[in-house]
């Protein structure tokens, strides 16, 4: 059983225009959730994090929104550029729920930006 | 500061041959991960070590063994490798338990194809 879902594969945008990655988790004792980006043959990278207690968290071009009460989180970037094409896995822990602090992963969504 | 690298790159194996992926990191981090990703699944968490001289079972540890002699690596052995385990192993490492931190850093992968 998924706990985090990625529910789309892929994802093709413009650039300069919005991406909007989306997320959607089961357990609800995740306190914690992650973005992280992956470049072909190369490791993932963290890219941004937001608390449950936070329904927001920005860092540049990149947004992370939080909606608790429809467990779901989503990611903005803003404006997208050709290099943001890329891998992108929601992840999430429950710090305090037993899992010692270990990530669950989503499938990923694959990011193509189009010149 | 090479951060975490792995060894070998790429891996091609008899079905029934044995295997060590070996995992380095130079950050003097505590603990140590190793995932799989395989198409269409995400990461999914194999072994872990919470430090020196420990280890403990993630998601999918049956196939494998690890073991965390020296705090600075983190080794994954295939005893008697199946067709299944073929996939992309990743390493990583972070100073606290990986869903509790933005900083855990991930190793480049190592290809392994199980013939």
């Known amino acids: 059983d998924q706990q985090v879902k990625q529910n789309s594969p892929s994802l093709s945008v413009q650039e300069g225009r919005i991406s909007i990655l989306n997320c959607d988790y089961t357990?609800?004792?995740?306190?914690?959730f992650l973005w992280y980006k992956k470049y072909p043959a190369e490791g993932p990278t963290f890219l941004i994090s937001?608390?449950?207690?936070?329904d927001k968290n920005e860092d540049g071009r990149f947004t992370v929104f939080l909606n608790k009460s429809a467990k779901h989180l989503s990611l903005h970037i803003v404006p997208s550029q050709p290099g943001d094409s890329a891998v992108y896995f929601c992840?999430?822990?429950?710090?305090?729920?037993?899992?010692?602090?270990?990530?669950?992963f989503g499938k990923g969504t694959k990011l193509s930006v189009k010149p | 500061n090479a951060g975490v690298t792995q060894t070998p790159k790429f891996r091609v194996l008899k079905t029934g041959q044995s295997m060590t992926l070996l995992c380095a990191q130079d950050?003097?981090?505590?603990?140590m991960y190793w995932y799989r990703q395989d198409p269409g699944m995400g990461l999914r968490l194999i072994h872990y070590?919470?430090?020196?001289?420990?280890?403990a079972k993630g998601e999918v540890p049956d196939g494998y063994n690890v073991s965390r002699l020296k705090k600075q690596n983190f080794l994954l052995g295939l005893e008697s490798a199946a067709p299944s385990q073929t996939s992309v192993y990743f390493c990583?490492?972070?100073?606290?338990?990986?869903?509790?931190?933005?900083?855990?850093?991930f190793g480049p992968g190592t290809r392994l194809t199980v013939l």
């Open positions: 937001i608390s449950s207690i936070k």
């Open positions: 950050m003097n981090h505590e603990y």
């Open positions: 992840a999430a822990s429950a710090r305090y729920g037993g899992s010692q602090g270990n990530l669950i």
């Open positions: 357990n609800s004792m995740f306190d914690y």
């Open positions: 990583a490492s972070s100073p606290l338990p990986a869903g509790d931190t933005d900083t855990q850093y």
């Open positions: 070590s919470v430090g020196e001289g420990t280890t």
